[in-house]
């Protein structure tokens, strides 16, 4: 067995380890390799991957291509941990009808431009809700309509926690927040009720008119300032409010990670913080960053070394 199909057969139990449904890779994935080893490659390239799926037996009008090429895929980030010399096959070099969004992972400095930005909105009132917004979402991982449908009564001070309130999934849950979040919520309050003195809506975040906020308005806020701060300028989709949710569970799987915890007994935890209706959209974060999935592979070879012993 080549050094390919060693490293082919780890990744396939990592993978069926944290809950996937691996039958189509089970039975393409050896084909990739065993192309590969006949090309005398010790590694993926695009090169490779692009004749693989387009090899004459494949049917350009069918999914057979895109199916091959997402797999090819999934198995050069797995090697990208292993051999720096892996080529990733970009999106876009074969048709597909459907496809995960790629997440973007705000860096603290990303996160620090955006807070900064918001600041700089032409009110005081349109940049205290902006800023405490994005904060929120950064540092707990909720959901964008989760913050916006949030009411007044939904952050009990007394034991820091936030409501939220039949969330994606009709499920209702509290989230502990950190004393640095509930500060800055109680700041936003009381700037918001000096503003809006006869409120009309038991919202949290209102607007600039005292509405509850809609989706659009914080979408089209947080695109501009993206744009201005030249954040994501070279990603290969434009990052989305929704990412800061993405870079919440993937931060803190890292530092499980680099803790030394025990990451498969605290994903269910994540799970129910987040809101995940089922633990398998928990797992998809460890391959969502190629450094959480490199851990992840480390960890597994590391057990499988100790148990041979």
């Known amino acids: 067995m080549s050094a390919l199909a060693d490293a082919a057969s780890d990744y396939l139990r990592l993978r069926n380890r944290l809950g996937y449904e ?33 090899a004459p037996d494949v049917d350009p009008s069918s999914t057979v291509a895109s199916h091959r090429m997402t797999i090819a895929r999934g198995f050069a980030r797995h090697m990208a941990a292993l051999d720096p010399r892996t080529e990733i096959p970009p999106f876009g070099l074969v048709g597909s009808r459907r496809r995960r969004h790629e997440p973007f992972i705000f860096s ?3 996160i620090d431009a955006l807070v900064t930005g918001a600041q700089s909105l032409r009110t005081r009132f349109a940049s ?35 409501t939220i309130r039949e969330s994606k999934f009709g499920k209702s849950r509290l989230v502990p927040l950190q004393p640095s979040v509930l500060a800055a919520l109680q700041r936003y309050a009381l700037l918001r009720d000096d503003v809006h003195r006869k409120p009309t809506t ?9 509405n509850r906020m809609v ?26 409010i929704h ?4 870079t919440f569970a993937v931060r803190t799987l890292l530092g499980w ?15 129910t913080y987040l809101g995940h209706r089922d633990p398998r959209w928990t797992y998809w974060y460890l391959s969502a960053a190629p450094e959480l999935l490199a851990m992840a592979a480390r960890r597994l070879e590391t057990t499988r070394e100790a148990n041979v012993r």
Do not use: K
């Open 202 to 210: 038991v919202s949290f975040f209102v607007s600039t008119r005292g």
């Open 22 to 54: 691996l039958t189509e890779y089970h039975r393409l994935l050896p084909r990739f390799v065993a192309f590969l080893d006949d090309a005398g490659l010790e590694t993926v390239t695009v090169a490779a991957a692009l004749a693989w799926v387009t």
């Open 128 to 162: 205290a809700t902006n800023e405490t917004v994005i904060g929120l979402l950064a540092t707990t991982g909720m959901r964008v309509g989760e913050a916006i449908r949030l009411d007044r009564g939904d952050v009990v001070e007394t034991d820091a926690t936030l």
């Open 108 to 110: 603290p400095d990303d």
């Open 257 to 271: 990670y680099r803790a030394g915890e025990d990451v498969d007994a605290r994903l269910p935890v994540l799970s």
């Open 243 to 246: 990412d800061l949710r993405h």
């Open 215 to 240: 989706y659009q308005t914080i979408h089209a806020v947080f695109r501009n300032l993206c744009d201005s701060a030249g954040i994501g300028t070279e990603a290969a989709s434009p990052p989305r």
